[in-house]
C-alpha cells in the first residue's frame, strides 16, 4: 500500500490568518499560537498575513475575498471563539462558519485549518485558546499547512 501524506514543512508557503474580533481575548491567544506554530514550522513572518472580521460568521466571507487577490495563499487558517449565550444564534453562527469555511476549501482546493473554538462558556474557550493549554490556533496552523503539502503532494502524483 502507498500512503499519501503532506509532510509539516512550511517553508516557501504563504498563509493568510483569518481572525474574528467577537471574543476578541480568546482569539489573540488562538493567533499568538497558530503564528508561533506556523514560525516553528518555516513559515517565514513576511509570508503571513492577518485579515481580520468583526466575527465568526464574517469569517467565509473574508477568505473568499482574499482568495480573489492574486497572490493566493497556499492556506488559510480561520481563529476565532464562539461561546454559547442565552439564545440559538451560537448554534448559527458557529455552524455557518464551519460550513463555509468547509465549502470554499473544498469548492477552490485550498486548504483552511480551522481554529475556531465552540464552546460552553469563556473557561472552556480559555482551555482552547491558551497557548500554554491546547491551542487550537497552533493546531489549525499545522493541519493548514500538512493539507497544502498533501495538496501538492497529490498533484505532482498526477503528473
Same mark, same amino acid.
Not at 123 to 137: F, S, V, Y
Given at each position: 500500500? !502507498?500512503? &499519501?501524506?503532506?509532510?509539516?514543512?512550511? @517553508?516557501?508557503?504563504?498563509?493568510?490568518? +483569518? *481572525?474574528?474580533?467577537? !471574543?476578541? $481575548?480568546?482569539? &489573540?491567544?488562538?493567533?499568538?499560537?497558530?503564528?508561533? $506554530? +506556523?514560525?516553528?514550522?518555516?513559515?517565514?513572518?513576511? %509570508? &503571513?498575513?492577518?485579515?481580520?472580521?468583526?466575527?465568526?460568521? $464574517?469569517?467565509? @466571507?473574508?477568505?473568499?475575498?482574499? +482568495?480573489?487577490?492574486?497572490?493566493?495563499?497556499?492556506?488559510?487558517?480561520? +481563529?476565532?471563539?464562539?461561546?454559547?449565550?442565552?439564545?440559538?444564534?451560537?448554534? *448559527?453562527?458557529?455552524?455557518?462558519?464551519?460550513?463555509? *469555511?468547509?465549502?470554499? /476549501?473544498? /469548492? @477552490?482546493?485550498?486548504?483552511?485549518?480551522?481554529?475556531?473554538?465552540?464552546?460552553?462558556?469563556?473557561?472552556?474557550?480559555? $482551555?482552547? %485558546?491558551?497557548?500554554?493549554?491546547?491551542?487550537?490556533?497552533?493546531?489549525?496552523?499545522?493541519?493548514?499547512?500538512?493539507?497544502?503539502? *498533501?495538496?501538492?503532494?497529490?498533484?505532482?502524483?498526477? @503528473?
Amino acid at each position: 500500500m !502507498n500512503t &499519501i501524506r503532506g509532510s509539516e514543512d512550511g @517553508t516557501g508557503m504563504r498563509v493568510c490568518i +483569518l *481572525l474574528s474580533r467577537f !471574543n476578541e $481575548e480568546h482569539g &489573540i491567544l488562538l493567533m499568538q499560537g497558530a503564528m508561533a $506554530e +506556523l514560525l516553528r514550522l518555516g513559515v517565514a513572518e513576511d %509570508a &503571513i498575513e492577518l485579515v481580520s472580521v468583526p466575527g465568526a460568521l $464574517e469569517l467565509p @466571507t473574508a477568505a473568499a475575498l482574499r +482568495l480573489a487577490e492574486a497572490p493566493a495563499p497556499h492556506a488559510l487558517v480561520a +481563529l476565532g471563539a464562539v461561546v454559547r449565550g442565552e439564545t440559538t444564534h451560537y448554534d *448559527l453562527v458557529a455552524g455557518e462558519c464551519a460550513r463555509g *469555511l468547509a465549502e470554499l /476549501s473544498r /469548492s @477552490t482546493g485550498v486548504p483552511v485549518g480551522f481554529g475556531v473554538v465552540t464552546t460552553e462558556n469563556d473557561e472552556q474557550a480559555l $482551555e482552547r %485558546a491558551h497557548p500554554e493549554r491546547r491551542n487550537k490556533g497552533a493546531e489549525a496552523a499545522r493541519a493548514a499547512v500538512e493539507m497544502a503539502n *498533501l495538496g501538492r503532494a497529490l498533484r505532482a502524483r498526477s @503528473t
